[in-house]
């Protein structure tokens, strides 16, 4: 299994609000995994994607996925450029290139009230 560097709070700095705990994924087999094979999640998963990669290169798929997940793309900033609700075996490309991905249990985006242009927080140590 990938290591996975955990312990992190997403807040939603435009509302005020919680969106979700979560594990960061910044190495090819974390990010590779993400959250496949999993039955029910408890916290997310942010990817940090490398530098330099196109819209296209921040794209994810949820093949070998059993559980739907919602999805936000942000930018270096930390901003909302993308969100999407994805079900197992999809796959999509982000309307404009993103630096972080963050998959989340089903429901919290409706929840937490987190839409595009929205600017986020989180700590992602590793650089």
């Given at each position: 299994?990938?290591?996975?560097?955990?312990?992190?709070?997403?807040?939603?700095?435009?509302?005020?609000?919680?969106?979700?705990?979560?594990?960061?994924?910044?190495?090819?087999?974390?990010?590779?995994?993400?959250?496949?094979?999993?039955g029910?999640?408890?916290?997310?998963?942010?990817?940090?994607?490398?530098?330099?990669?196109?819209?296209?290169?921040?794209?994810?798929?949820?093949?070998?996925?059993?559980?739907?997940?919602?999805?936000?793309?942000?930018?270096?900033e930390?901003?909302?450029?993308?969100?999407?609700?994805?079900?197992?075996?999809?796959?999509?490309?982000?309307?404009?290139?993103?630096?972080?991905?963050v998959?989340?249990?089903?429901?919290?985006?409706?929840?937490s009230?987190?839409?595009?242009?929205?600017?986020?927080?989180?700590?992602?140590?590793?650089?």
């Amino acid at each position: 299994m990938p290591d996975y560097m955990n312990g992190s709070l997403i807040v939603n700095k435009s509302k005020g609000t919680e969106v979700s705990h979560v594990d960061m994924a910044d190495s090819f087999v974390s990010r590779f995994m993400g959250l496949m094979f999993k039955g029910s999640i408890e916290r997310g998963l942010v990817l940090r994607i490398p530098e330099g990669r196109g819209r296209r290169g921040s794209g994810i798929h949820m093949f070998f996925m059993r559980i739907p997940l919602d999805v936000l793309f942000l930018d270096e900033e930390k901003v909302v450029v993308d969100e999407v609700h994805l079900k197992p075996w999809q796959m999509y490309n982000p309307k404009k290139p993103a630096r972080f991905v963050v998959e989340l249990q089903k429901g919290t985006l409706k929840s937490s009230g987190t839409e595009i242009g929205d600017e986020l927080d989180f700590t992602c140590d590793s650089a």
